[in-house]
């Protein structure tokens, strides 16, 4: 059984804080790895993809370590706007389907 | 604009009655899928299709049927012999679905709850 595992959270920081997400996924032939954004009842958005040499997007950094098998997200400067839960997303080599996790929550207060 | 509609945002239904949620995408998208989410769970997948004509079950597909006639349209419908079926049901796209680097696009959800 595939899994993909997330700490829940919540992880509550003040605004401009530098907040770090981990996900650990239990396929070692998973091949392509997202992060995904879910704000309260609505749907998810895609954030980031992550490559493995890693990759930064402003204020968002995303690694993958496939030694460990774990994927992170590092936000820095919070924002309020920030505030939603990350769901990380994992797809396996030659499977057409995604396996997400079951998100993190980030609440940043002023 | 291109994107992916859900009807009805919100639907109230007792139980035993069969419900069809529907899915409709203007982003020539070949791939299809419909997820279920539940309070404080990650998505779980119900149904997939990568083409007309074509679908595969998912993680969770019992209780749930789906059809593909057109490209375009991917229903579900939520069977009275599905156990739980209160729930945010989602609906996504892709390109194709044999690609690693294809990502979802997904619809603003139905909200389904049984009385």
Redesign the interface.
Known sequence: RKEVEQDPGPFNVPEGATVAFNCTYSNSASQSFFWYRQDCRKEPKLLMSVYSSGNEDGRFTAQLNRASQYISLLIRDSKLSDSATYLCVVRDSGYSTLTFGKGTMLLVSP | DGGITQSPKYLFRKEGQNVTLSCEQNLNHD?M?W?RQDP??????IY?S?IVNDFQK?DIAEGYSVSREKKESFPLTVTSAQKNPTA?Y?CASTPS??S??N??T????S?LTVL
């Open positions: 791939a899928y997820y404080g769970q990650g998505l779980r997948l997939y990568q998912g945010f989602l679905a044999n690693g680097a990502v979802l997904f619809g603003a959800g909200r």
